[in-house]
């Protein structure tokens, strides 16, 4: 199994370092799950960002990998989440997808190790790497499946009329078959057992749409635990919450098993804005949080103008997170969509900032790199200057 062709002594040499930075950082989580109040040298908390494979050119090369993380550091930036499954694919040497699919590895990346050449990157710029398993449960993008359903057609998940579940032009696996959770599990360990990472993040595809769920093993499986059929109307709310708590055991089951490889390790969720994401994906983040099974929380408050976003950081904090939780938020931050023309105003980007500051939250996380890059590196500029000036 060669995880670090060709960086596998480099990375070997780091492992020792980032233990013990791990157990001294400002990333250390406190028993309660959420981490512990930031030091003094890092009065701007997580401020990170994330690295995708789409639309965004950074793990192409070992390179623009360096480039990267030098400009991020200079920034300000103290954190990555760099896209290591999208698509069907890792980016990186996998042996779980190499044995159960024949595809070690994204075609891209074939003969590298994207992941490996960022930590490396990434220590020597001092920035902190959690991967990102931006696809989840997710197997293709308007590909009918594509090949992880072609090879696992057992793995298909459903809507009431029977059909490949599909949400958004995003085709699903079904999130609530144990052997769909054992594959996804199987791949964020994988990291996390053989990578110096600092952490580990699901997207907002740690999720199920809720017309999901009828595929023959999971209505025999309702009707064997609640005693009666699962009903038509998929927003149903017994049924609805009863999915969403087998989302919410793979959740606690995923952190235990994060932290039996290294309690230092994050666990990092990435939902949609609550109650939202509970109502179409079963994601109950209140409860991850209520149940400590997530260390950091970056919902996705992408809204484009300022009082859109206000309104959700105001939601959260009246009705979602009690005082102490909000610790544990850095919510996420659209800075340009490249299906349309939406970029965010740098005096936007400013006031989103200062308004997190002034509720108590720490940092955030933008999406995504490309945004900081555009109109001469504008947004860049504004945050070395301002809210992340050293």
Known sequence: MRFFTPFQSAIRSLVSSFQQRLATGFFAPNPSGLPSSLPADNPGGIRGVWIPSTDCKVLTSKQRIADAMDFLADTGFNTVFPVVWNGGFTAYPSQIMCEQFGAEIDARYRGRDPLAELIVEANRAGLKVIPWFEYGFVSSYNRKGGHL??????????????????????EWMNSLDPEVQDFVLGLMLEVAKNYPVDGLQGDDRIAFPVEGGYDEKTVKRYREECGKAAPSDCKEPHWLQWRA?????????????????????????????????LAEYLQDSKAWVDKNLVDMLHPQFYRRDFNAY?????????????????????????????????????????????YNRSCGIQGEVMFFYEGLRDNDNALAKVLKKGPYAR
């Open 149 to 170: 359903l072609a090879k696992k057609p057992e793995w298909i998940a459903r809507d009431a009329s029977g059909n490949l579940l599909k949400k958004n032009n995003f």
């Open 245 to 277: 708590n087998i989302i919410t055991e793979f959740v606690a089951r995923l952190y235990r098993e994060v932290k039996a490889i290294n309690p230092n390790l994050l666990l990092s969720m990435s939902p949609s804005p609550y109650d939202w994401g």
């Open 310 to 354: 206000k309104q959700l950081v105001d939601k959260m904090i009246s009705g979602q997170l009690s005082g102490q939780q909000v610790k544990c938020v850095s919510p996420g931050i659209l800075l340009t969509n490249r299906g349309s023309k939406y970029s965010i105003t740098p005096e936007q980007l400013l006031q989103v900032i200062a």
